[in-house]
């Protein structure tokens, strides 16, 4: 009860402070410009918002975002992650949606992301929503995602000076969107990689593709200097023990943890935190964005002030320059494509808002320290559930 007062609290709060959007409406202006369609990471975090009674749409109004002009609004649909990997769940995520995207566009928005575990709800290139919604912009907003993780990796690997040599460096997920982009950027500059992931089959087509070398067994992958976390997936999930087999003698682990839901979940963190550093990555920041009520608002997501998911900031970043800066060309990329060229455009179009990397927390706590150097005592082995990846 007191969950559903408070989430109800939170959103008049929001309609009430949002002067932005009241002038928008006076002004005859849409009153959305960019939706950001997303599932809950879990049942918390469904009651966070919806408290317990949940919207009879199977959708409503999360925190509502401003870049420079832009406004976005946050729509989150009554499926978790965990759902969505099933064919029921998926089924009804697409009605979800399919509605969500229906209620945005009557309030003027022109772009549309797919956001979290949505991004492949309608295959790989969103055919049936282009063809459903013609005069709609949509990205799955992963190429500002990439952009933002190339750069954390490239500044973490700085502060922990593991790219004055040649760093040994675990992928997970490896064949993922976003693995994928990590894996080339890191080729790029001749790092040693090991990719590891619970698709056995699409593991061995990246051995293949990229020449990197695999593994479906932790005490196969041997001990590694970096581990960045491109999945969530139960089977890949970093826990203490792996952690204990992973790092090498007398040094911490450095994990950069882009997955949603965390893969290194802050609880598991705890256990090993005297033997890891661990940095959220993804993210973006920029002077030019603001949520209405601040800091409660991005709390929510749990963000800080001024920060937003990569996705999110590429969503809001596309629309201002195809509508503000009248960069049309924009308009004819797919992007549910993340490449190169896309991403060169994206970045192009973040230096325009002064989109950037934030300061390198873990779980929006400032990382105090980057070095490497553990002398603490040998933490004895646990009962591993990351052991062999079952086919």
């Known amino acids: 009860m007191w969950a559903s ?36 990471r879990d049942d918390a975090e469904g009651r ?17 975002i401003y870049l420079n ?31 969500a995207v229906v209620w945005a566009q009557k309030r003027g928005a022109k772009v549309v992301l797919l956001a979290a575990s ?28 990439a952009t933002l993780l190339c750069l954390d990796i490239d500044r973490a690997l700085a502060r922990t000076r593991l790219n004055r040599g040649n760093p040994r460096i675990l992928v997970l997920g490896p064949y993922g969107i976003l693995g994928t982009a ?51 997936n139960a089977n890949t999930r970093l826990n203490s023990d792996s952690i ?9 682990l450095l994990v950069i943890d882009v997955a949603e839901p965390a893969n290194l979940d802050e609880s598991t963190y705890q256990l090993c935190r005297d033997r890891v550093i661990r940095q959220d990555a993804g993210n973006a920041y920029s002077p030019l964005l603001h949520y209405v009520l601040g800091g409660i608002s991005s709390g929510m997501l749990n963000l800080l002030p001024n920060v937003a ?47 950037a990397s934030p300061k390198q927390t873990c779980f929006n706590k400032p990382v105090t320290s980057f070095e490497l150097d553990y002398c603490g005592r040998a933490h004895p082995h646990e009962t591993s559930k990351w052991v062999r990846v079952n086919s």
């Open 118 to 145: 949505t991004k492949r709800l309608f295959g790989r290139d969103g055919h049936e929503l282009k063809q459903l919604f013609p005069d709609i912009l949509f990205t799955i907003g992963d190429n500002g995602t």
């Open 69 to 99: 002009g832009v406004s976005g609004q946050v729509r989150g649909i009554c499926i978790t992650a965990e759902e969505l990997m099933t064919k029921s769940g998926r089924v009804r995520a697409k009605k979800y949606f399919i509605d």
């Open 244 to 252: 204990e087999r992973l790092r090498k003698h007398n040094r911490k």
């Open 48 to 64: 966070v918002f919806w408290g317990n009674k949940l919207p009879k749409s199977g959708h409503s109004n999360g925190a509502r």
């Open 309 to 355: 998911f990569g996705c999110f900031a590429e969503s809001l970043t596309l629309y201002h320059a195809i509508y503000h800066e009248h960069n049309h060309v924009l308009l004819n990329q797919d992007w549910f494509q993340v490449n190169p060229a896309n991403r060169a455009l994206i970045k192009d179009a973040f230096d325009s808002v002064s989109v």
């Open 182 to 232: 990590v894996t080339e950027h890191l080729l790029a500059k001749r790092f040693e990689l090991i990719g590891f992931g619970a698709n056995q089959k699409a593991l061995a087509q990246m051995a293949e593709d990229y020449a990197i070398k695999v593994a479906t067994d932790i005490d196969a992958i041997g001990k590694v200097d970096a581990v960045i976390a491109c999945t969530h």
């Open 5 to 40: 007062w408070l989430a109800s609290l939170w959103r008049i709060a929001m309609m009430l402070g949002d002067y932005r959007g009241w002038y928008r409406r006076l002004s005859g202006q849409a009153q959305i410009d960019v939706a950001i369609i997303t599932n809950i």
